[in-house]
């Protein structure tokens, strides 16, 4: 089916139409391997643009592909002064060279593109025929509206490349292009009647489809010659996708000679013609755009009304206890849940509808305190993190493929594999309510992974419902329509998977972000506030940190710094709550905590921006709130180093053996004093060792138990708990040598990867009674405590397995190995998956001891040490 205005603009780099062979999309002329790619970063150039981005990038946008090979040359032609060096003469040969390649690729690009004007033209003559006739399928008017300019753009393109094939045939680098390009950027004006005339061509078109079914048959049903190279010599369209194909081009085509401008040197004859058709091609383009944006993003409804999408995003739907991935969108009159189909046979992507409520029936319920709301069926941590072992095993085996230059059948399995489990990561990491209500009775349940998108959807539906005054429903066809217009207007185009990143984009930080929370204003009346932050890790959102609440204020003075730990992380959000302690009293939304949210941001993690090291202050607007914040990145090569013991004094980087000689204890007194504390009261504080403390708490407690100030104690009871447990985590850290030691960590790591159970438990445990005696002490001590606290996990949320994500690399991390700093110590630092998989194996050592009912002695000596309980 077709819509009725020009809503289709963003259509095929918004859909992904990466099969329908759009420009430079097609290798059929000898492109060399990744060009294609250019035609993917077009499409995301085009996506940027459309979400309010200058719509014409001056700056020249290629291929991962073009950009390495040719750098040398584009630099060295850019200066405009070529070196008579033979390394330059080189690269200027290398550059030439490109310059063919990217004409290939333009010259397949354009067959295609003939093809599919070709298929349009097909059924013109025969429509044209029959509309003489006494039962015509269309008349002379419509046939002329809905192929408007067809035949004229086929006749500028076939007589464009009739004179580029010759020309790149009898190929030489002084061959001259560009009185083509420029011819073909002077016949734009073509371009711009049919987009005029666009948006009727699709309503005319989606009409005749309704009144006539031969001619629906015929849309859907038209045939495009494929490549040479395609085993399929026809390829099936609808009419309604080769009609954007002329609006897809024109959007292109500065694209095009960006790539063709950087491999074309200013001595080159054709250099100045074609900057003159670039010149020409974006003034054209920028006037079009600015025509065509307040358009976009809509569809024509009853009465000449206009439903435009305001929102979409993908998303997991509880239906029946089961996991459903769905594609919601937000319409300016109504919430539209959607399945995306499977793609078969180079079809492009279809929705089905799934469901869908107007704005003025939804309702987000309110419900008491006291009321029980359905447990959610959430995923155990111990499954997320074994999807996460093998989403960066997968990724580790791609790397190596890529570095052994092996065949693309083994790269492609493993691609696919990975896509498989990022997507079931992606259905099983969300456990946060966001449900929605129809008045007639339904309630659907979302699951999502943040507070942060909660509030966003419903702060857009909320707006939105402002300006909704009455109910309606749609007959089956609109609804359809509507279903079928979500792949021309959808704004988030793929499932945000790894897999589906582009190889140039940023894989994330990894590492330690330290943040210290300032100050806050905006607030108009005295609250009791904190703030919270995020991080994302392996595509979804994690708390990470929690501020002291700030009571009865409305310029809250935080000042609190946190150490994050980042897992590829691209963005760090902050959300700031009003507490409320009255809870019995209080109304809350379902699925929504108690606690008020006042505001929310979030600031993008620029791995370039980040890499100095040096704090840097920013300010985050939110609702009429700001928040200031100072960030400091350290990668986890430079932040994970055990540094050798260069004092004996003090307890922090000294030897466990020699603290425990020197108090003659058994186990090290800040151990003891941090354990006792926590389990006082912090036992069944949300996230304990998960959360972060403040960093200056911390720093003070490290200071005082380094000079054995008797006051500690004292100083312990008067701080947040969260402080404390910072506090013991940071004394393993910092350890010279690991509690498990450096000669045992291999043995321990290949003990853990056994798979039979009688070999695995007869090795660790051994393992284990192996250690040195103060170590084995302190973490027998350690290891009954935090079972004790995951006791009460239905509390403080903190499962074995948590526990161990916490203190696995703390305890067994060795402290030296094999440098993995870069040479260049100022060069980008970039973390491969193989930490990750190292990380695992840490976290599995020790949950596989926190998960022992007892730890046997096999003999009396270590008998008396093991079950020795003074300290």
């Known amino acids: 089916m077709f819509r009725s205005s020009c809503k289709l603009w963003n259509a095929e780099a918004a859909c992904g139409d990466k099969l329908q062979a759009g420009l430079l999309a097609d290798t059929s002329f000898g492109t060399p391997p990744g060009y294609g790619c250019a035609a993917d970063r077009a499409e995301g150039q085009q996506r940027r643009q459309q979400d309010g981005l200058p719509y014409i990038d001056d700056s020249p946008s290629s291929s991962p592909h073009l950009s390495s090979k040719g750098r040398g040359s584009r630099d060295a032609l850019a200066s405009g002064a070529l070196e008579s060096t033979k390394a330059s003469e080189l690269d200027l040969e290398k550059g030439l060279e490109m310059r063919k390649w990217v004409l290939s690729g333009i010259l397949a690009s354009e ?214 991935l769905r594609h919601v969108f937000l319409f300016t009159d109504l919430l539209l849940c959607t399945k995306l189909k499977k793609q078969s046979g180079g079809k492009t992507q279809q929705y089905d509808c799934k469901w869908y409520i107007p704005l003025t029936d939804l309702s987000f319920q309110m419900v008491d305190e006291s009321e029980a709301t359905p447990n959610l069926p959430l995923v155990p941590d111990e499954e997320l993190d074994a999807l996460k072992v093998k989403i960066s095993q997968l990724k580790s085996d791609i790397q190596r493929e890529k570095r052994a230059n092996k065949g693309s059948k083994a790269m492609e399995r493993l691609k696919k594999k990975l896509s498989e489990q990022e997507s079931l990561l992606l259905l099983m990491s969300p456990s946060m309510a966001f449900r929605v209500h129809n008045r007639n009775g339904k309630s659907y349940t979302f699951l999502i992974s943040s507070d942060y998108e909660r509030a966003e959807w419903r702060e857009n539906i909320r707006e939105q419902q402002k300006k909704c005054f009455k109910s309606f429903s749609l007959t089956s066809v609109e609804l359809q329509m509507l279903t079928n217009s979500c792949v021309k207007l959808q704004t988030v185009h793929s499932v945000p998977l790894t897999i589906n990143k582009e190889d140039d984009e940023s894989p994330g930080l990894y590492g330690f972000l330290n943040v210290i929370v300032h100050s806050a204003t905006g607030f108009k009346q005295s609250s009791n506030l904190y703030c919270t932050l995020e991080v994302d890790s392996f595509g979804y959102f994690v708390n990470k940190a929690k501020t002291r609440v700030y009571r009865d204020t409305t310029e809250p003075n935080w000042n609190e710094e946190f150490e994050i730990e980042l897992e590829g992380s691209q963005t760090l959000r902050i959300l700031c709550y009003e507490k409320c302690y009255n809870k019995t009293k209080m109304a809350k939304e379902d699925g929504e905590s108690t606690d008020r949210l006042m505001g929310k941001g979030q600031v993008q993690l620029d791995p370039q921006a980040m890499q100095d090291r040096d704090w840097q202050r920013t300010v985050i607007a939110m609702n009429g709130i700001e928040v200031k914040l100072s960030v400091k990145f350290t990668s986890r090569e430079f932040s994970l180093k055990r540094m050798p013991s260069r004092k004996q004094t003090g307890v922090f980087g000294v030897k466990i053996a020699v603290v425990t000689k020197r108090e003659r204890s058994k186990v090290p007194y800040i151990v003891r004093q941090c354990v006792e504390e926590i389990e006082r009261r912090g036992m069944e504080e949300v996230g304990i060792y998960r959360v972060s403390g403040v960093a200056t708490d911390i720093q003070a407690l490290k200071a005082a138990f380094d000079v054995n100030n008797k006051d500690v104690s004292v100083m312990m009871s008067q701080m947040d708990v969260n402080a404390i447990a910072g506090t013991l985590k940071l004394y393993f850290r910092e350890l010279p040598e690991p509690l498990f030691t450096d000669e045992f960590y291999p043995n321990f790591a290949e003990g853990i990867a056994l798979s039979d159970p009688v070999a695995k438990e007869s090795c660790m445990l051994n393992l284990l009674l192996s250690l040195p005696e103060a170590n084995l002490l302190t973490f027998l001590f350690l290891l009954d405590h935090l079972k004790r606290v995951a006791e009460k996990e239905t509390v403080n949320k903190m499962s074995l397995h948590n526990l161990a994500t916490v203190f696995g690399p703390t305890l067994l991390r060795p402290s030296e190995k094999e440098s993995k700093l870069p040479a260049n110590p100022g060069q980008p630092v970039t973390m491969t998956d193989s930490w990750s998989l190292e990380v695992m194996s840490q976290v599995q050592v020790l949950l596989y001891f926190l998960q022992l009912e007892a730890i046997p002695a096999p003999d009396s000596k270590r008998q008396s040490i093991l079950f020795s309980t003074e300290v």
């Open 111 to 324: 067959e295609t593109y003939l093809n599919h004007l070709e298929a349009l033209l097909l059924p013109m003559k025969p429509l044209k025929a029959a509309a003489t006739t006494s039962q015509p399928v269309l008349t002379s008017q419509q046939i002329e509206t809905i192929f408007f300019k067809v035949p004229e753009l086929y006749e500028i393109h076939k007589d464009f490349y009739d004179g580029l094939f010759p020309r790149v045939q009898r190929w030489s680098h002084q061959q001259r292009v560009g009185d083509l390009f420029q011819k073909l950027a002077s016949q734009l004006g073509v371009y711009r009647a049919f987009v005029d005339n666009y948006g009727v061509a699709m309503e005319t078109a989606e009409k005749c489809c309704q009144a006539n079914a031969q001619f629906a048959e015929i849309s859907e049903n038209l045939r495009a010659r494929s490549n040479k190279d395609a085993k399929d010599p026809t390829t099936k369209n609808s009419l309604e996708t080769l009609l954007y194909k002329p609006v897809d081009r024109v959007t292109r085509s500065t694209l095009v000679l960006h790539d063709l401008l950087k491999h074309t040197p200013p001595s080159h004859p054709d250099h100045p013609l074609l900057q003159d058709a670039l010149r020409i091609s974006q003034n054209f383009l920028s006037s079009i755009n600015e025509e065509i944006t307040p358009r976009r993003q809509s569809m024509t409804v009853k009465k000449g009304e206009h439903r435009q999408l305001l929102k979409d995003s993908f998303m997991v739907e509880l239906v029946e206890g089961a996991r459903k």
